[in-house]
């Protein structure tokens, strides 16, 4: 991106935000958020936000701890879970309680089933349910058995349940991170561009939920669909049940504030870069930045062609060009005449007389008989 692309991507965001900010109109706050994001998606040189947003989420240490303590709670109350099912199996125990609690926990394992708590917690109670039946039959078999998994006195009481331990790691991870996801850039992006992904296609997403036996979610796409459909209608009376707008002005302000610094500091460093150089060529426009100044060539002429060679990139910039090299690359000559040798050394000098006649700089060039080259002083 250009300093000048960026500063108007700052102003055309900022445009979004302030009418949304501004509107008492539920529908325009809500259709201004479908735009923003939707000017962020079509926008190909915003990627690197994209990138940014996603190696923010990738390496937030509170979003690994969490996942980690998830992964690993699911691993053990699963393990648990395997074992309990085949020792009902092998003993033949056909307790209708047991059985449900198994039946249950199957069900949230393939996603037929939604909770509308957390589904590790839930799957706990369903293990931990089954084995307290086991101990309230009294039987030392299943007494010795439910001891493999916790600590359990010889009146059957239940102390704690070794598994439990990454329940509660898992559970102080989850809270932490409900707490703290409000201060990341990255949940309030994934908030607002799901509101914008249910707007746009919201079947799709539910047809992806499906596939991925998401049963929670499936469900959660069609309330949020009936949300907004409430809220892009004209009667203001009628309230969403789940979507609230202070916490999208929240999320709205969150992001929009990220993206307006992170594209503040990448303009800042272009134009540092810009100043180190001191000079930009607009090849398009034939015109010579330096310092503050313009200094406009005619594209189609013989100095406008040689200004474009000589800033064309880097190596050109860098180049020390003899005469014959600059007549072959604009000219399209093979073999050049003598006679363009004063042609191309005049060439230099006018170009440097002109420039210090719109700057005060007379040096651009390093000119002489032979050779032209920009001055290295004019190079970072």
Not at 173 to 191: A, E, H, M, T
Not at 243 to 254: G, H, L, P, S, V
Not at 343 to 367: C, M, P
Request: glycine share 4%; net charge positive.
């Amino acid at each position: 991106m250009k300093s000048n692309e960026v500063v108007k991507t700052i102003e055309n965001l900022d445009l979004i935000y302030k009418k949304a900010n501004s509107t008492s109109s539920r529908k325009i706050f809500f259709i201004s958020i479908i735009e923003y994001i939707d000017f962020l998606y079509k926008n190909q040189s915003l990627k690197i936000l994209w990138d940014l947003i996603n190696r923010l989420r990738d390496e937030d240490e509170d979003l690994k701890k969490f996942n980690k303590a998830k992964e690993e709670a699911e691993r053990k109350i699963k393990a648990v879970f395997n074992k309990v099912k085949k020792f009902i199996n092998k003993n033949k125990i056909e307790n209708p309680f047991i059985l449900e609690e198994i039946e249950r926990f199957e069900s949230l394992e393939k996603g037929t089933l939604a909770t509308t708590g957390d589904e590790i917690s839930f799957k706990y109670k369903c293990v931990s349910g089954i084995l307290f039946f086991l101990l309230k039959q009294k039987n030392k078999d299943y007494l010795e058995f439910c001891r493999g998994f916790g600590e359990i006195s010889d009146e059957f009481i239940v102390k704690e349940w070794y598994f439990n331990k990454n329940l509660l790691c898992y559970e102080e991870n989850l809270s932490k991170i409900g707490r703290v996801k409000y201060i990341k850039p990255w949940f309030s992006f994934d908030k607002l561009n799901e509101f914008y992904s249910v707007f746009n296609d919201v079947e799709k997403m539910k047809l992806e939920a499906y596939r991925s036996n998401k049963i929670f979610d499936l469900w959660g796409y069609g309330l949020l669909a009936n949300d907004i459909k409430i809220i892009l209608s004209s009667n203001e009376s009628e309230q969403p049940k789940f979507i609230k707008r202070e916490d999208y002005e929240f999320y709205f302000t969150k992001l929009h504030s990220f993206i307006k610094q992170t594209l503040e500091i990448i303009n800042r460093k272009l134009n540092e870069k810009t100043d180190n150089k001191k000079w930009f060529y607009d090849k398009d426009k034939a015109v010579l930045f330096i310092e503050g100044k313009e200094v406009k060539f005619k594209k189609d002429k013989f100095r406008g062609k040689l200004m474009e060679l000589l800033t064309k990139n880097e190596k050109n910039q860098k180049k020390e060009w003899n005469w014959d090299e600059i007549i072959i690359a604009i000219e399209a000559t093979e073999e050049p005449d003598i006679k363009y040798k004063n042609k191309v050394f005049e060439a230099g000098r006018d170009i440097n007389e002109y420039i210090a006649s719109k700057t005060g700089k007379t040096d651009f060039l390093v000119v002489s008989t032979q050779t032209i080259s920009i001055n290295k002083k004019y190079l970072s």
